[in-house]
């Protein structure tokens, strides 16, 4: 069985990538990769003039860019999507160091962000068009809306998508005609740089995306200074204070953020083909997914089957941290989310939650491993109530009426993702009920998470904006309408009285709606 020993990565391997991160200081970071707790590699910390220096770099090159034409651009990602498939294997590597996810859960981020290149590859120029729109006269005036660049985007990412969270949203506003100043995550810088080498391959200019490094407070407070948009993933709470920045400068952003996830079982699911699908939706990437199921509410009918279905599962759930493609759960990132995790249960504990399954911490799998966890009776004043955990942690609810469920799911800050199983006509009924940005029948999260072409998002204190689909490219573009007006200008020809012109729009006007009254 393959072994930690298989996933190593050369240290010239890790020298060639750090180069690319812009930083002339002496101060350096060293990052762990939590499957063994062991030093990955001496990070550079990048200065505040480092960051300057990188968005006058950037601006330069978007430039260029913005003037080349859709179908370079197109051909950089689909080239790009080819590079990552078949380079998936150190992508896989370094996922897998740095967050210490399963082989599979890594294989996710391979496959989103090469489906990101494909999708918008395919479909930029009918995205960005330019737009036929409708005049202000019929064949007199035309117009036509375009979608310029933004100019240079921040894009600030988190560490527990270290690719497919940078990328999903970085491919879309380069493809917009951006450059792109990157901060990803201290803890898991590593990944995000061997795409960035696959995008040079793959003929985007070089210094398109620049990558910087740092704390989030004095890094990322610099970016916003000096971007033109701000795409933020990550907590809530950052997330406010980064969208109060931003609103200083009246700069816009679009902030992916945290969620408290609910899933539903109806009366009438297929109990285990929902305990299966609660697997990957509690437990993909040991529960650190921002679209992670926390909460589950069973309808009474079937609570004590589903509860002890999921035990009966989750005791045969193959754990490892290790190139193991048949792995169902990796580990925690850090010994602070461990600690997170910990604090949660013994929490719940001690408020009168029972334990269904789970409950320890396990260093015998990597140091900060902890079981895929799941309470009942949790009562409302426990901390994982109400409050993100982002672990392997869900609670279990039984209801009596589906009214009852819809609310109980509802009663949330959060509005991230949601989850409904069930026979589909009857889901379907439910599922525009729930105040998520995205809602998956008989699924957790990967149908919506997986369908490139739909947007994804959050509604409430989750977040403002979308990724994927077109609106995850437009958001980084400015609408601009260009009017071409021909024969006569708006406001009627020289030569007729203003007032009779008003008296023939007036009736002009009223005969329209009269014979097209449905329009
Ligand atoms: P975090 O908010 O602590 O950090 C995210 C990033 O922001 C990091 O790169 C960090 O260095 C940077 N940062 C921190 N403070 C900053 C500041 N003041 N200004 C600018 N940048 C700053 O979040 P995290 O703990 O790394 O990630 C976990 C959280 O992210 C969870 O809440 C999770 O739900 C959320 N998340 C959401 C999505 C989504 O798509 N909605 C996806 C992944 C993670």
């Known amino acids: 069985m393959p072994d930690v020993a298989q996933i190593t990565v050369a240290p010239a391997r890790i020298a060639e990538l750090t180069a690319l991160i812009r930083a002339t200081g002496t101060e350096t970071r060293t990052t762990v990769t939590p499957l063994t707790g062991a030093d990955v590699a001496t990070i550079p910390v990048s200065t505040e003039q480092d960051v300057l220096d990188a968005f006058e770099a950037a601006r330069v090159a978007q430039r260029g860019w913005a003037r080349t034409p859709l179908r370079r651009r197109t051909k950089a990602l689909l080239k790009l999507h080819d590079l990552i498939l078949t380079h998936q294997r150190e992508l896989l590597d370094l996922v897998q160091l740095e967050s210490g996810k399963a082989r599979s859960h890594a294989f996710d981020e391979v496959l989103h962000t090469a489906l990101t290149g494909r999708y918008y590859g395919r479909r930029l120029s009918r995205i960005l068009g330019p737009h036929r729109r409708a005049g202000a006269y019929p064949l007199i005036t035309g117009i036509r809306q375009y979608h310029q660049p933004k100019g240079v985007v921040g894009l600030i990412s988190p560490w527990n998508y270290p690719l497919s969270m940078a990328l999903v949203d970085g491919l879309a506003a380069v493809a917009a005609g951006n450059a792109v100043v990157h901060k990803p995550d201290s803890q898991a810088p590593l990944t995000a740089l061997a795409i960035i080498e696959l995008m040079h391959r793959a003929g985007f200019p070089r210094d398109l995306w620049q990558v910087v490094s740092g704390a989030g407070s004095v890094i990322g407070s610099t970016i916003i200074d000096h971007a033109d948009y701000i795409c933020f993933t990550g907590s809530t709470a950052t997330g406010k204070r980064i969208a109060a920045q931003c609103s200083e400068r009246l700069i816009g952003c679009s902030l992916e953020l945290g969620g408290k996830n609910p899933m539903v079982v109806l009366p009438g699911a297929d109990v285990e083909k929902a305990v299966e699908g609660t697997v990957n939706a509690a437990f993909s990437s040991a529960g650190q997914l921002c679209v992670s ?52 249960v013994a929490d719940a504990l001690d408020h009168g939650a029972s334990l269904v399954s789970g409950g320890r911490a396990r260093p015998d799998i990597a140091p900060w491993f902890h079981e895929p966890t799941v309470l009942e009776n949790v009562p409302e004043s426990a901390l994982c ?135």
Do not use: C
């Open 385 to 519: 109530f109400a409050e993100e955990t982002f672990g392997p942690l869900v609670s279990l609810y039984p209801y009596r009426s589906v009214g009852e469920a819809v609310a109980m799911a509802n009663d949330t800050v959060y509005g991230l993702n949601a989850s409904v199983w069930g026979p589909v006509k009857q889901a379907r009924k439910v599922a525009p009920k729930i105040k998520a940005g995205t809602v998956n029948v008989n699924e957790g999260f990967a149908a919506t998470f997986g369908s490139i072409g739909a947007p994804m998002g959050g509604m409430k204190e989750s977040g403002t904006g979308r990724r994927q689909g077109a609106e995850g490219l437009l958001r980084f573009t400015e609408v601009q309408s260009v009017a071409v007006q021909r024969v006569m200008p708006v406001g009627g020809p020289a030569a007729v009285p203003k007032r009779t012109f008003a008296a023939a729009i007036t009736v002009g006007l009223l005969l329209l709606r009269r014979f097209t009254r449905k329009a």
């Open 293 to 344: 199921i926390e909460r589950i509410y069973v309808h009474d009918s079937i609570y004590e089957q589903y509860r002890d279905a999921l035990a009966e599962r989750l005791a045969r759930v193959s754990y490892g941290a290790n190139a193991d493609w048949e792995v169902e759960m990796g580990t925690l990132v850090s010994p602070a989310q461990l600690a997170t995790i910990e604090k949660h």
